[in-house]
């Protein structure tokens, strides 16, 4: 089991510096087995509203270790608005730094 393990932690460590690599994105080195984890929970809270299910699921002791994916669907889910944030700079590692964070480039 643990030569298994071993075998999907090199293929995830290598498809993950190569796509880095390739879309010249840092942050998808970041990306790691608890990575999914996180999400896996978080979509499964989304879709059921169910914290004790999600704790359950994970294998949690206590409710509070569950309740950050409740705060986090809360902040990917409920919070989509009509409103935008506008950002202006002309310093381009401003710029750099505003796109790597999400922001839309325009002229």
Known sequence: MERTNNSQKTILLKTRKALALKLANPRL???SFHTFRHWKATQLYHETKDPYYVK???GHKELRNTEI????????FESSTDDFTVKVTSDPEEVKSLL???FEYVC
């Open 29 to 31: 080195l970041k990306i």
């Open 69 to 76: 994916y409740i705060n986090i669907e809360r902040t990917i």
């Open 56 to 58: 359950d699921f994970l």
């Open 100 to 102: 790597e964070v999400g």
